[in-house]
């Protein structure tokens, strides 16, 4: 059974994607529980916890709010569009982003606006599922917004930026970068700022959480690059990490299938300077998520790629490839690293638990379900992960850890 510690060792308000800029959704405790709840449809949405609770959305519209004990649900929540964004969970509310990855762009390309029908933000009650406040977007809410400076802060597929009240979501302003977001993320920086990125204006900007100003804009990325809008990047006080992909040797878009190569890059926090950018593997670009989403603990830099079956570690400093391993599948979610050990899912349909050290294998489960970009948490001594085939899993780290190829 779980202990009272998955009751009380996270924090109440979980006000960004993965709890912390790191990406490093790890929460402390012992316990260890398994258990399977099967959901209404695929799920893109990372899970957030608080209070012993699992919440998480899927893509068919519901949001759910699973004991952690035994994966029982407490209450579920059906609106009209998808719910792809992590769920922020913040006094008392859980908040998450309704919208689809419809792309109304003609020809391919880079998308010039993502979403159609209902795009809204919409805050539930963490007790009772009901819903407290609806604010309408102008493109999708797919990319999960943060609480910055007491501000609700949004990047929509219609290259907008918002700020809202997030008790009542009254609108307080609204920008438009001219950039467009999709299954990205708005990552704190500072105790005032945030961070987020796009593409058709292949950039990232810095932004006053509390005026919508905007501070920086990092130079920008290839007019051939991709991905860019749908990584959730991650931060350690000094630098901002993020991934996109981009045909080698290309000066358009890569056509869905063709060969593109993956890269990893780091900003400098304060300026935007780019760092370091580093071609990782290739493979085929994919038709959605094109990008992995970066970790950082311990000075390394953890991450995966949508196009080829590789995990990377990178000095988070410079750049430098300290250990690359090859797996089963594509890794498009976060990992979760806890006591020098990887632990995520790929897209060939394994949980896995690398050396965080050196990339060896420890242990590989074989499901029977791939993982997309809903990235897992450790609660206690538990993976807790959404599926491509709806279901939710609680599998001990301890069972991840014995499996063997």
């Known amino acids: 059974m779980c202990a009272a510690a998955c009751r009380t060792t996270a924090d109440a308000h979980w006000t960004q994607f993965r709890a912390n800029p790191s990406n490093n959704a790890v929460i402390s405790g012992r316990s260890s529980v398994q258990w399977e709840t099967a959901t209404d449809g695929r799920i893109s949405a990372s899970p957030t916890f608080a209070h012993g609770i699992v919440f998480v959305g899927t893509n068919a519209g519901t949001l759910y709010a699973i004991r952690m004990n035994d994966g029982r649900v407490i209450w579920k929540h059906h609106v009209a569009n998808a719910l792809m964004s992590a769920p922020l969970l913040y006094r008392g509310l859980a908040i998450a982003g309704e919208g689809n990855a419809d792309t109304p762009s003609p020809q391919g390309g880079a998308p010039r606006h993502v979403g ?129 992909i981009v045909p080698d040797g290309a000066s358009a878009l890569s056509p869905l299938g063709k060969t593109a190569r993956e890269h990893a890059y780091a900003l400098d926090a304060r300026t935007g300077a780019l760092l370091w950018d580093v071609p990782l593997q ?22 995966g790629g949508a196009a080829a079956p590789w995990v990377n570690a990178l000095d988070a400093k410079t750049g430098r490839i300290l250990w690359s391993k090859q797996i089963k599948g594509p890794v498009k979610d976060a990992f979760a690293v806890k006591q020098g050990v990887l632990y995520f899912g790929d897209l060939a349909g394994y949980l896995w638990a690398l050396n965080a050290r050196d990339g060896s294998i420890i242990g590989a489960k074989a499901m029977p379900t791939s993982f997309n970009v809903g990235s897992g948490i450790v609660v206690g001594g538990t993976f807790v992960i959404g599926s491509f085939t709806g279901s939710v899993y609680a599998v001990p780290l301890q069972t991840i850890r014995d499996a063997r190829l």
Request: hydrophobic share 40%; glycine share 14%; charged share 15%.
């Open 116 to 244: 159609t029908g209902e795009s809204a933000l919409i805050a539930f009650d963490q007790e009772t599922g009901a819903i407290r406040w609806v604010t309408r977007l102008r493109g999708s809410g797919m990319p999960t917004p943060a609480v910055v400076a007491g501000v609700l802060v949004h990047h929509d597929g219609s290259g907008h930026i918002t700020g809202m009240d997030p008790l009542t979501g009254r609108l307080l302003y609204e920008r438009n970068v001219h950039s467009v977001a999709s299954m990205s993320a708005a990552l704190p920086v500072d105790a005032k700022s945030f961070v987020t990125s796009g593409v058709l204006f292949n950039a990232v900007w810095k932004i006053d959480a509390r005026s919508g100003r905007v501070e920086w804009r990092s130079s920008t990325f290839p007019q051939s690059a991709s991905g860019i809008g749908d990584c959730p990047m991650a931060g350690d006080g000094t630098r901002v990490f993020g991934e996109y």
């Open 282 to 303: 290739e493979g085929p670009l994919p038709l959605n998520n094109e990008a992995g989403i970066p970790v950082v603990h311990g000075g390394v830099l953890y991450i």
